[in-house]
């Protein structure tokens, strides 16, 4: 069956960085693209980024360009997010998920990932 | 931006009964819209897309419509599992999430 497994969970300072990878299984990993999407304790869904399986384009939230990178490894079919200079309200469980067009965003999510919880603590 | 808006922000419904929840959209998103289904501890589960399209799995009892600017999802005789917090996401343009409709037990 379709599968998205990620890492698990992070404990990081002020600052730093955070990597966290997405697995896919039972599908072609390149026929398809991958988004992230956060959610802070107790609050909704945002939006992170895109990125598509077959050729690496991606498409970052304004609001995070510059503190993020997506990339993947096709060869394992596992994609990747970096979030650089943490700050303490990137504390949040980060998903990823299965966006059906590989070329272009602008589609729904499924599955999803399984989330990672990742705190940013002094 | 598009700024989706859900409402009500809690919706108190017993089991059996029919539960209608909306959706609206600060600027025409066409039929470029989902419903997602979260329940605690879990990641959200796809519902529906393309505003109407059930996702695979998905029981009959849930069904969607609208387009453009204004969107409802409805549960037609609410099961147990059916209380959750249930989201709509706009993918007309980039993408962007209402802020949940928590479904409680009455």
């Known amino acids: 069956q379709v599968q998205l497994v990620q890492s698990g969970a992070e404990v990081k300072k002020p600052g730093a960085s955070v990597k966290v990878s997405c697995k896919a299984s039972?599908?072609?990993?390149?026929?398809?693209?991958i988004s992230w999407v956060r959610q802070a304790p107790g609050q909704g869904l945002e939006w992170m980024g895109w990125?598509?399986?077959?050729?690496?384009?991606?498409n970052y939230a304004q609001k995070l360009q510059g503190r993020v990178t997506m990339t993947t490894d096709t060869s394992t079919s596992t994609a990747y997010m970096e979030l650089r200079s943490l700050r303490s309200d990137d504390t949040a469980v980060y998903y990823c998920?299965?966006?059906?067009?590989?070329?272009?965003?602008?589609?729904?999510?499924?599955?999803w990932g399984q989330g990672t919880l990742v705190t940013v603590s002094s | 931006e598009i700024v989706m808006t859900q409402s009500p922000a809690t919706l108190s419904v017993s089991p059996g009964e029919r539960a209608t929840l909306s959706c609206r959209a600060s600027?025409?998103?066409?039929?470029?819209l989902a419903w997602y289904q979260q329940k605690p501890g879990q990641a959200p589960r796809l519902l529906i897309y393309?505003?109407?399209t059930r996702a695979t799995g998905i029981p009959a009892r849930f069904s969607g419509s609208g387009s453009g600017t204004e969107f409802t999802l409805t549960i037609s005789s609410l099961q147990s599992e059916d209380f959750a917090v249930y989201y709509c996401?706009?993918?007309?343009?980039?993408?962007?999430f209402g802020q949940g409709t928590k479904l409680e037990i009455k």
């Open positions: 998920a299965r966006d059906p067009h590989p070329i272009r965003l602008g589609e729904w999510f499924d599955p």
């Open positions: 039972g599908y072609t990993f390149t026929s398809y693209g």
């Open positions: 990125i598509s399986a077959y050729n690496g384009n991606t």
């Open positions: 600027q025409s998103v066409s039929s470029n």
């Open positions: 393309g505003a109407s």
């Open positions: 996401q706009q993918y007309n343009n980039w993408y962007t």
